[in-house]
């Protein structure tokens, strides 16, 4: 593959997630087996990360549209998942949009960065909206967990498929 402008479409896709670049996504996107969707820089940033650091809602809304996307890779200087990250982000509203596509494409807000913080603990005092709803989503992963816990040890449920 020859890189006439210099920049691999890894790099490219790293710049676009950051600058939310729709159009440089697209092509990126329209180029598979050029690109790698979990791509890591140096500091272990994947293109959802920078998306979701720099508020650059319409790339996270691509991002989480492409095959074997992984949500929770944590990078190598704080350990911060992309969920870290949107929490992080100035702008409340933009924040929380991000945080809620996240979250309902199952980013996991129980995981903790070399801090020991989970994203709720990043939350701004003031910003009781998005903590709530990381604190929905942390207890419904932890009620998930006890409820198939509970019903792989029962035994006593049948199939909810019948065969006619």
């Given at each position: 593959?020859?890189d006439?402008?210099?920049?691999?479409?890894?790099?490219?896709?790293?710049?676009?997630?950051?600058?939310?670049?729709?159009?440089?996504l697209?092509?990126?996107?329209?180029?598979?087996?050029?690109?790698?969707?979990?791509?890591?820089?140096?500091?272990?940033?994947?293109?959802?990360?920078?998306?979701?650091?720099?508020?650059?809602?319409?790339?996270?809304?691509?991002?989480?549209?492409?095959?074997?996307?992984?949500?929770?890779?944590a990078?190598?200087?704080?350990g911060?998942?992309?969920?870290?990250?949107?929490?992080?982000?100035e702008?409340?509203?933009?924040?929380?949009?991000?945080?809620r596509?996240?979250?309902e494409?199952?980013?996991?807000?129980?995981?903790?960065?070399?801090?020991?913080?989970?994203?709720?603990?990043?939350?701004?005092?003031?910003?009781?909206?998005?903590?709530?709803?990381?604190?929905q989503?942390?207890?419904?992963?932890?009620?998930?967990?006890?409820?198939?816990?509970?019903?792989?040890?029962?035994?006593?449920?049948?199939?909810?498929?019948?065969?006619?």
């Amino acid at each position: 593959m020859s890189d006439d402008e210099g920049a691999s479409n890894n790099e490219l896709l790293l710049m676009a997630a950051k600058q939310d670049s729709e159009d440089i996504l697209e092509d990126i996107f329209s180029q598979p087996g050029t690109y790698e969707i979990n791509y890591v820089d140096s500091i272990g940033n994947t293109a959802l990360h920078y998306a979701a650091q720099f508020g650059s809602l319409s790339a996270v809304e691509l991002l989480l549209k492409q095959p074997n996307i992984k949500l929770d890779i944590a990078n190598k200087l704080e350990g911060d998942t992309p969920l870290h990250k949107a929490v992080q982000y100035e702008d409340a509203n933009v924040s929380l949009q991000i945080v809620r596509l996240l979250i309902e494409a199952g980013a996991d807000p129980l995981k903790r960065n070399k801090n020991r913080q989970k994203p709720e603990n990043l939350v701004q005092p003031d910003s009781q909206q998005l903590k709530s709803l990381l604190q929905q989503a942390s207890m419904a992963l932890q009620v998930d967990a006890r409820d198939i816990a509970d019903e792989d040890s029962n035994g006593d449920g049948e199939s909810a498929s019948d065969s006619d």
